[in-house]
């Protein structure tokens, strides 16, 4: 099992930055892949940035160049970084870590919202 708490979520202004966290616990020494996905109401749940263990990133072509996913082992934390918000960013962002059983795990997700 691994769990996974995101935090960082928040009200501003279009242009403006977030940072977003996701502490992971538990069996994480099995995860392979660490991911950002994000909702917006009425929508469909979507994949935001990824990285593997070996640092390898991955971005969707909507948020590249403004979004940066990073990992800290030692606090066993994954980030993303988000710079240049816009209106269309706004959606509920999930944290998720899928292990080598291909077994995935969610956090419960932290609102972001842009205005205009």
């Known amino acids: 099992q691994v769990q996974l708490v995101e935090s960082g979520g928040g009200l501003v202004q279009a242009g403006e930055s977030l940072k977003l966290s996701c502490v992971a616990s538990g069996r994480i020494g099995f995860v392979g892949v660490f991911s950002w996905h994000r909702q917006a109401a009425g929508n469909q749940r979507e994949v935001v940035a990824s990285i593997a263990r070996d640092g390898t990133t991955t971005y969707s072509d909507s948020v590249k160049g403004r979004f940066t996913i990073s990992e800290d082992n030692a606090k066993n934390t994954v980030s993303l970084e988000m710079n240049s918000l816009k209106p269309e960013d706004t959606a509920v962002y999930y944290c998720?870590?899928?292990?080598?059983?291909?077994?995935?795990?969610w956090g419960q997700g932290t609102q972001v919202t842009v205005s205009s």
């Open positions: 998720k870590a899928r292990n080598y059983n291909n077994d995935e795990y």
